[in-house]
C-alpha cells in the first residue's frame, strides 16, 4: 500500500481470503480498533501470535513468563475473532454469527440457533450463558492435543 | 474356582503326556525343540515295523507326525493359559495379562523339567524372530493410528533415536565403571561386550507396551509416544547390535575413527533402507488390491504374504526388519481400506488380531517356560541389581531431559506427569531375550550371566511394572483416553482454527505444518489415489458421503432391531407418531419424551434415530434429572452430526476432496460460492452502513436472513419491487445478474443488503468514489473465473472517476470490493456517465 501501511483492501486482494469463511474477520484482527491502517508494527504483532512457543519470549503480553502464556495469547486472538464487542464474553449472538459463517445454507436458523444453544451449554461453566475466555481455554487446549509444530 | 482347577489339571495331563513320548525320543534328539525336526528315529521304528507278523488294525505313528503335533499341541496350549486365568477375572485386573502367561509358563516349565530333568523347551530366537515376532509389528503398523502417529513423528523419532543410544551407552559406561571399580566381581567381561548389553537391554519393547498400555488406557498422545518410541527403536537397536558385534569380533585394537564412522553410516542406512523397504512392499500391496476384485475370498491372504515378505526382505538385507514391517502396515492401511471389500477388511482386521494376540501369548508363555532351566542360570546379585537400576534411572533422566528439548519446539508441551509415565512405561521384552540368546558363546564367556540378567530384568519390568502401572496411572491422576465423542464446542472450536490458520498461512505466505499437510495431500489426491485406489474408491472418499452412509446405515440396523422387538416393523410406517422407545432401560420414563425428540429428528435434515440408540448404551441411572440429560445428549450429537455434515472444510480439505465425480466438483463450489457470496454481502453491509452512519448492523443482518432461503436468480423480481432511491445500484444489480461471472452471485449481495439498509440518495454520489479501487481487484477477479467483460468496465471507471485516497480512508473498506466487483459484471454498454439512469430490469 501507500506510506507503508497496509489497508483493508490490500488484504482483500488475496483471493484465498475472500472463500475463508473468517477471511473478514481474520483481516479485521489485524487493524486495531477503529482504524483503517496498519503498519509494519502492528501487522507482525498479529502475525507473532502464531508463531511457535518459544520460553524466553514475550510474546505479545508482558505477564510473567509462564509457559502458558504464547499459548493464551493464541488463543486470546481466536477469542477476539468471536467476541465482536469486546466485552470478553462470546454471547449467544455472536456464537451465531460465527456459526452461521461457517456453515452453510442448508441448515436452518433454528438449528443454527439449538446448535449455538448447546455450545454455550457445553463450554459456560458458570451459568451466565456466554463463553468467557476461561471457559473458552478448556475447549481451545483440546484442539492443540492434535498439532505439535 | 472349580473349573480353574480343572483347567489346570487337564493342561497338566496334557503336558505330563507330551513329556513322555519326548523322552522316550531323548535318546534320538538332542533338544527337541519346535523348530527342529529329527527323523533319525524314523528308521528305527521303520525298521522294526518290517518285522511285523500280523496287519495291525491301529498302529501309534508318534514319530511321524510328532513336529507338527507338538507345535499345534503347544499353540494350543499357550492360548489355553489364556482362558485359565480369565476364569479368575479379578486376577487379571491386577496383574496384566503378560505377566500371568509367565506366571503359567513358570508353571508349565516346572512341570516339564519335573518330568523331563531338562527343559525340552525353549524360546528359540529362529522362531521368535521369523515366527512369533512379525505378525504382532504387522498388526501394531496397520491399526496404528496415522494421523496421531505422523503429528507426533518428530517427537517420536527423537525419543527413539536419541532416547535409545543414551540409554545403551550410559548402561554400557555405568555397568564398565561399576566392574571396573569392583562392584559386580570377577567376571570375563570387557568395555564393549557391556555396551552390546547396554544396546539390546535398552530397547523398549513393543510387545511389552501393547501387552500393557492396553489395558491402562492412557491418553493417546503417551500412548502413541510410548509405542510408536518402542516400533521405531528397533532400527537402533538392530544397529548397536551388529556394530558392537562386530567390535567385539574384531577386537578392540581394531576400532578406529573409520570403524565408527562406519557404524553412524549404518544406522542411516539400516533404519531408512528398513523403511523404504516396507513402503515398497506397502506399494505392492494397495497395487495388488487394487486389482484383486474378482477373488476376493483371497484377497486378504495377500496382505499377510506380502507384509511377511517385507519382514524377510529385510532381515534378508540385513536391514531393520520392524521397520519395514511396520512402515508397510503403516502406509498400506489407507488404501487397502478403501479398495477391498468391506468384508475382506474385517476379515483382515480380525485375523491380524488374532495372530497377534496369538503370537504374544505364545512369546509370553515360553518366556516364562525358558526360566525354568538351571543350566542357563548364573546369578550375580551385584550385576542385576545395578542393571535394573541403571536401567530405571537413566530412563527417566533420558526421557526428563529430551523431552525438556522437545517442549521447545511442541504446540502442546508433554506434562511432568506424562513423562513420568513416559519413563516408567519404558518396558523390556522379548526383543531383547531374542537377542541375548544370539550371542556367540566363544565370544561372550559371560553369556548365561547376561542371559540371567535379561530374563530378570523382563520379568521385572514386565511383572513389577505392569502390576504398578495400573494404580499409578490413577493415583497420579494421568489423563485417560478420550471415551466420549468431541463436544459441539470443540468441533466448532477445531474448524475455526482451520480457517484462521489456513488464513493467517495465506496471509503471511509462509510454508507452516498445514501447508506442508495441505501439499502432502494434493499430492496424494492427485498421485496416489489414482495409482493406488480402484475408481469406485476414490468416489467414496468423500468425508460427508462417509458419515451420511454410515448414519443410514445405523438407522435401518436400529430400526429392524426395534421392530424386531415389538414384533413387526409396523410402526416404521408412523413417524411422527413414533412412540418408539429404543432405550430399553427407560422405557417408562422415556417413552414419554421420545416422540418428541424423534419428531424434531424426523424433520428434512436426515439427522438420524442413531443418536438416540446411543443414549442407550450409557449409565444405568434411573433418575428423573437424568431424562433431561438424555435428551440434551440426543439433541448433541443431532447437533454434531449436524455439523459435521455442514460445517464449511478449510481450503485444504477443498482440495483434497477433488474427485472426477461432478457431484462432488459442484459441492465444493458451491460452498466455495456460499463463502465467497457471503463475504462480499457482508462487505458491502458494512460499506454501506459505515456511510450512512445511522443504520444499524442488526437490521441488516435480519434482513440477510430472511432473504437467505431465495438464491440469487429471484433477486430480479423483489428487486423491482422494492427500489425506489436505489438508482444505479439496481441497474447494476440487475445486469450484474444477467453477466456475473462468479455464478450470478454477486448481483445479488448488495440488493439484499440494501433492501434492509433503506439508502437514501445521497449516499450514491459518496459511492462512486470506490471505484477506482476496483482496478486493483481485478487482477484478482480474474484468477476467481470472472470472464473477460469484467476487464473492459474498470478501465472505463479509472477513467471517468477521481481518485482521492482521502476518500478511501473516510469509508468503511469491505465494501469497496464488493462494489468494484459489480462494477466489473456490468456490462459494457452501460453508460459512462456518473449518475446511472434509473432502474432498468
Known amino acids: 500500500g501507500e506510506n507503508g501501511t497496509l489497508s483493508r483492501e490490500d488484504f482483500q486482494r488475496i483471493p484465498e481470503l475472500a472463500i475463508n469463511p473468517l477471511g473478514d474477520r481474520i483481516i479485521n484482527a489485524f487493524f486495531p480498533e477503529g482504524e483503517d491502517q496498519v503498519n509494519f508494527r502492528g501487522f507482525m504483532r498479529t502475525l507473532a501470535h502464531f508463531r511457535p512457543i518459544e520460553d524466553n519470549e514475550k510474546n505479545k503480553d508482558p505477564t510473567a513468563s509462564e509457559p502458558l502464556n504464547s499459548r493464551s495469547n493464541k488463543l486470546l486472538f481466536a477469542f477476539k475473532l468471536y467476541d465482536l464487542d469486546r466485552d470478553n464474553k462470546i454471547s449467544r449472538d455472536e456464537l451465531l454469527q460465527v456459526l452461521r459463517m461457517m456453515v452453510g445454507v442448508n441448515i436452518s436458523d433454528e438449528q443454527l440457533g439449538s446448535i449455538a444453544d448447546r455450545t454455550i451449554q457445553e463450554a459456560d461453566q458458570n451459568g451466565d450463558n456466554s463463553i468467557s475466555f476461561n471457559e473458552f481455554i478448556k475447549v481451545g487446549n483440546l484442539y492443540f492435543v492434535y498439532l505439535e509444530t | 474356582m472349580a473349573a480353574l482347577w480343572h483347567s489346570t489339571f487337564f493342561l497338566v495331563m496334557v503336558l505330563l503326556a507330551i513329556s513322555r513320548p519326548s523322552l522316550a525320543s531323548q535318546a534320538g534328539n538332542d533338544d527337541l525343540q519346535m523348530g527342529t525336526e529329527h527323523r533319525t528315529n524314523k528308521g528305527t521304528v521303520n525298521g522294526t515295523e518290517n518285522l511285523i507278523t500280523t496287519l495291525p488294525i491301529v498302529t501309534w505313528n508318534w514319530q511321524e507326525i510328532k513336529f507338527p503335533y507338538l507345535v499345534a499341541l503347544w499353540i494350543l496350549v499357550s492360548w489355553l493359559c489364556k482362558l485359565v486365568f480369565q476364569l479368575n477375572p479379578s486376577l487379571t485386573s491386577v496383574i496384566p495379562e503378560s505377566g500371568l502367561l509367565i506366571c503359567i509358563g513358570w508353571v508349565l516349565g516346572g512341570i516339564i523339567y519335573w518330568a523331563d530333568k531338562v527343559q525340552t523347551f525353549k524360546l528359540q530366537p529362529f522362531i521368535f524372530f521369523f515366527y512369533l515376532l512379525p505378525q504382532i509389528v504387522l498388526d501394531a503398523g496397520y491399526s496404528m493410528p496415522n494421523k496421531l502417529f505422523f503429528s507426533n513423528f518428530g517427537s517420536i523419532l527423537v525419543y527413539a533415536v536419541i532416547g535409545t543410544c543414551w540409554n545403551a551407552a550410559t548402561l554400557g559406561l555405568a555397568l564398565w565403571g561399576c566392574c571396573l571399580g569392583g562392584a559386580i566381581g570377577d567376571i570375563d567381561i570387557g568395555l564393549l561386550q557391556l555396551l552390546l548389553f547396554g544396546s539390546l537391554i535398552a530397547a523398549v519393547d513393543p510387545v511389552a507396551v501393547i501387552a500393557v498400555f492396553e489395558e491402562v488406557h492412557v491418553n493417546e498422545v503417551l500412548y502413541i509416544l510410548v509405542f510408536g518410541e518402542s516400533l521405531l527403536n528397533d532400527g537402533v537397536t538392530v544397529v548397536l547390535f551388529n556394530v558392537f558385534n562386530a567390535f567385539v569380533s574384531l577386537g578392540g585394537a581394531q576400532i578406529n575413527a573409520v570403524e565408527i564412522i562406519k557404524g553412524i553410516i549404518s544406522f542411516f542406512v539400516v533404519a531408512l533402507g528398513g523403511s523404504l523397504v516396507g513402503v515398497i512392499f506397502a506399494l505392492l500391496i494397495s497395487l495388488l488390491t487394487r486389482c484383486t476384485k474378482n477373488i476376493q475370498i483371497i484377497e486378504p491372504g495377500f496382505i499377510f504374504i506380502l507384509g511377511y515378505l517385507s519382514y524377510l526382505t529385510a532381515e534378508m538385507l540385513s536391514l531393520s526388519a520392524i521397520l519395514s514391517c511396520t512402515f508397510c502396515g503403516v502406509c498400506c492401511q489407507k488404501y487397502i481400506n478403501a479398495n477391498m471389500d468391506k468384508r475382506s477388511v474385517s476379515t483382515l482386521r480380525y485375523v491380524m488380531k488374532v495372530f497377534a494376540n496369538g503370537s504374544e501369548t505364545i512369546i509370553f508363555v515360553f518366556l516364562g517356560i525358558t526360566a525354568i532351566d538351571p543350566s542357563i542360570w548364573v546369578w550375580n546379585t551385584a550385576f542385576i541389581l545395578l542393571t535394573l537400576l541403571f536401567i530405571f534411572v537413566f530412563r527417566f533422566i533420558g526421557v526428563f531431559f529430551l523431552t525438556w528439548i522437545l517442549n521447545q519446539y511442541r504446540l502442546v508441551p508433554l506434562e511432568f506427569i506424562d513423562q513420568l509415565m513416559m519413563g516408567y512405561g519404558g518396558l523390556r521384552g522379548a526383543v531383547a531375550y531374542g537377542l541375548v540368546v544370539l550371542l556367540d558363546e566363544n565370544k561372550y564367556k559371560e553369556k548365561n550371566l547376561m542371559i540371567s540378567t535379561t530374563l530378570l530384568v523382563v520379568y521385572f519390568t514386565v511383572m513389577l511394572q505392569g502390576i504398578t502401572m495400573k494404580p499409578l496411572v ?166 454434531h452430526h449436524l455439523l459435521e455434515q455442514h460445517l464449511y472444510r478449510g481450503k485444504k480439505q477443498h482440495r483434497h476432496r477433488y474427485s472426477r465425480e461432478y457431484l462432488e466438483v459442484n459441492k465444493d463450489k458451491n460452498e466455495v460460492q456460499e463463502i465467497f457470496q457471503r463475504t462480499m454481502r457482508s462487505r458491502l453491509e458494512s460499506f454501506k452502513s459505515a456511510k450512512m452512519g445511522v443504520n444499524p448492523p442488526k437490521k441488516i443482518s435480519y434482513h440477510l436472513k430472511k432473504d437467505q432461503p431465495q438464491k440469487m436468480p429471484n433477486g430480479k423480481s423483489t428487486d423491482n419491487r422494492k427500489s425506489h432511491a436505489y438508482g444505479k445500484e439496481d441497474l447494476e444489480f440487475s445486469e450484474g445478474d444477467s453477466a456475473s461471472g462468479c455464478e450470478a452471485a454477486g448481483g445479488s449481495f448488495p440488493m439484499r443488503a440494501h433492501r434492509g439498509a433503506g439508502i437514501v440518495n445521497p449516499a450514491f454520489n459518496a459511492e462512486m468514489d470506490p471505484m477506482p479501487a476496483m482496478q486493483q481487484i481485478l487482477p484478482w477477479l480474474a484468477e476467481a473465473e470472472v470472464d473477460s467483460s469484467a476487464v473492459v468496465p474498470s478501465q472505463r471507471a479509472q477513467l471517468t472517476l477521481p481518485c482521492t485516497p482521502s476518500n478511501l480512508h473516510r469509508l468503511a473498506p469491505l465494501h469497496l470490493t464488493t462494489h468494484s466487483f459489480l462494477l466489473a459484471d456490468s456490462p459494457a454498454t452501460q453508460d459512462t456517465s456518473e449518475p446511472p439512469p434509473p432502474p432498468v430490469v
Open chain 2, 474 to 639: 490413577t493415583w497420579l491422576k494421568v489423563k485417560r483416553a478420550a471415551v466420549t465423542e468431541r463436544t459441539l464446542a470443540e468441533i466448532i472450536q477445531n474448524r475455526t482454527f482451520d480457517h484462521i490458520l489456513v488464513a493467517i498461512e495465506d496471509i503471511s505466505g509462509q510454508i507452516g505444518h498445514n501447508y506442508m499437510r495441505d501439499k502432502w495431500n494434493n499430492f496424494e489426491e492427485r498421485w496416489l489415489y489414482w495409482l493406488l485406489m480402484t475408481p469406485s474408491a476414490r468416489k467414496s472418499c468423500d468425508h460427508i458421503f462417509n458419515i451420511f452412509h454410515k448414519l443410514n446405515l445405523k438407522d435401518a440396523m436400529s430400526y429392524v432391531k426395534e421392530g424386531e422387538r415389538r414384533g413387526s416393523l409396523a410402526f416404521v410406517r408412523n413417524e411422527t407418531k413414533a412412540d418408539v422407545d429404543f432405550n430399553k432401560k427407560f422405557s417408562g420414563n422415556f417413552s414419554a419424551m421420545m416422540p418428541y425428540i424423534m419428531a424434531e429428528n424426523m424433520g428434512s435434515d436426515h439427522v438420524p434415530v442413531s443418536s438416540i440408540l446411543w443414549d442407550s448404551v450409557h449409565s444405568v441411572c434411573l433418575d428423573m434429572h437424568e431424562k433431561d440429560l438424555k435428551m440434551r445428549e440426543s439433541e448433541d450429537f443431532n447437533a
